[in-house]
């Protein structure tokens, strides 16, 4: 009996074949990477990475799936099926003897979708590319724009380290079961070089939360306490910034000037 999604695990199967091919043309993997699948369920998109790859780890939480895929992936020896939380998985020594850096690919639940991006970066160094379909409103805070209603922390902690693109939008009812909305393909590029190291990137980020926790105040209010009123004031103007500018109008490189700057003034 095939076994059937769990909601508890927020499991949506990818399961319109256009679509699974459409996204194997965007990996464009080549015969020598290494790829890592995340939640790879029953195997649907699996079976079609592991002929064109070197190597191919697939994790599933679910270990009802398990022997499922197991079945339809005996005849691909250099297969390696982890049954594990993503979110526990250790990619420096699961990955550790592999010359070339990991292509990693998967259709993420909603509930982890913030959790899972941030265990990717911190990982970062261990992967080549990054291909996650995620839901469409989840895309829009990762892609969004300054000043729009999406931009946010989350939105320059993401953009810091990686350069994210929307490749195609996929329709709800390419899953079983549909979910309520639509989602993305997306392309997350890892830069290669970031403008702050130790402790300004540290102190970034906590800026960063700090203003967008209370984004309904202007950011001399938001930041007060953590920046010195006059250093912002000097620092806006310096930018051709009004005083009464309010946090998701200042863009992340503007963000990271605001460090430099404050670093310079001491």
């Known amino acids: 009996m095939r076994i059937q999604p769990k909601k508890r695990l927020g499991q949506n199967f990818l399961v319109d074949a256009n679509i699974q091919k459409k996204i194997l043309a965007a990996m464009d993997l080549k015969l020598s990477d290494t790829a890592l699948e995340i939640g790879s369920g029953r195997g649907e ?61 998967g259709n993420i639940p909603y509930y982890i979708t913030s959790p899972v991006i941030v265990r990717l970066i911190e990982s970062r160094r261990n992967f080549q590319k990054i291909f996650l379909t995620v839901q469409k409103e989840f895309t ?60 300004r990137e540290a102190e970034l980020f906590k800026i960063i939360r700090a203003a967008f926790n209370k984004r309904r105040k202007v950011l001399r209010n938001s930041l007060k306490g953590l920046v010195a009123a006059e250093r912002l004031a000097e620092f806006l103007k310096s930018r051709a910034l009004g005083e009464d500018i309010r946090p998701e109008r200042l863009s992340l490189q503007e963000f990271i000037s605001l460090i430099n700057f404050l670093r310079r003034s001491k």
């Open 140 to 199: 829009q805070r990762i892609a969004a724009r300054t000043g729009g209603k999406d931009y946010g922390a989350f939105t320059c902690y993401v953009q810091y380290y990686l350069k994210p693109k929307i490749l195609f939008e996929i329709k709800k009812n390419s899953f079983y079961p549909a979910p309520k909305v639509d989602s993305c393909f997306l392309e997350l590029e890892i830069k290669k070089k970031l403008p702050l190291a130790g402790a």
């Open 45 to 105: 998109l699996t079976q079609l990475v592991a002929p064109i790859v070197r190597r191919l780890f697939a994790v599933e939480i679910d270990r009802q799936m398990i022997g499922e895929l197991a079945e339809k992936l005996k005849s691909f020896s250099h297969v390696r099926i982890i049954p594990a939380d993503i979110l526990k998985v250790d990619f420096r020594q699961l990955l550790s003897g592999y010359p070339r850096k990991t292509v990693v690919f």
